[in-house]
């Protein structure tokens, strides 16, 4: 469920799609909780998420034991520069197992992008899991755009997620 409030302040309830971080972080479906976004102004954007994976409720032994419950809350700032922009986020993912808290990871992140011509593209995200002190990095070179039959969009990534980034992720 989505409800617009007002010109510039958006809530969405319910299950949705997340992406912070792609490949190092969180990138997934299915995410049951709320999310307010609000467009402060023409450049800057903020946006406060709560919620848990869906599955958490499934109350079977195997999910119990291999796939405990887990909570994520983040507020993400993110302030564009025409056709480019940058952002920075704080998180918080926690994991439980029959009520009982396992352990929670605590993160920061820093991102931008940059167009680099109309048709070519260069982003990279920073992210840092205060908990376990481990830094992540991922960086992108876009080219083209596939809008039409017939175009191409050919991107090359660089993807650093060392061991201990994030305990049982999203990803």
């Not at 969180?26 to 467009?39: F, R």
């Not at 704080?90 to 820093?110: C, H, I, M, P």
């Not at 191409?152 to 061991?163: G, I």
Request: hydrophobic share 35%; with cysteine; glycine share 10%.
């Amino acid at each position: 469920m989505e409800t617009k409030l007002n010109n510039s302040l958006t809530a969405r309830f319910g299950s949705q799609s997340l992406a912070l971080a792609n490949g190092l972080f969180l990138d997934a479906d299915g995410i049951l909780g709320a999310k307010l976004s609000w467009k402060a102004d023409n450049t800057n954007d903020i946006e406060l998420f709560v919620g848990r994976d869906t599955q958490s409720d499934v109350d079977t032994e195997y999910e119990a034991s291999t796939d405990p419950s887990r909570k994520l809350a983040y507020f993400n700032w993110k302030h564009s520069l025409g056709k480019s922009n940058v952002g920075v986020y704080a998180a918080r993912q926690e994991k439980y197992n029959n009520g009982t808290a396992l352990e929670q990871d605590r993160f920061w992140s820093v991102y931008g992008s940059y167009a680099l011509s109309h048709l070519a593209t260069l982003g990279y995200e920073c992210v840092r899991n205060t908990t376990t002190g481990v830094t992540g990095h991922v960086a992108e070179l876009s080219f083209g755009k596939a809008k039409n039959i017939g175009e191409w969009k050919h991107t090359v990534t660089y993807l650093n997620a060392p061991q201990g980034l994030s305990r049982g992720s999203f990803v």
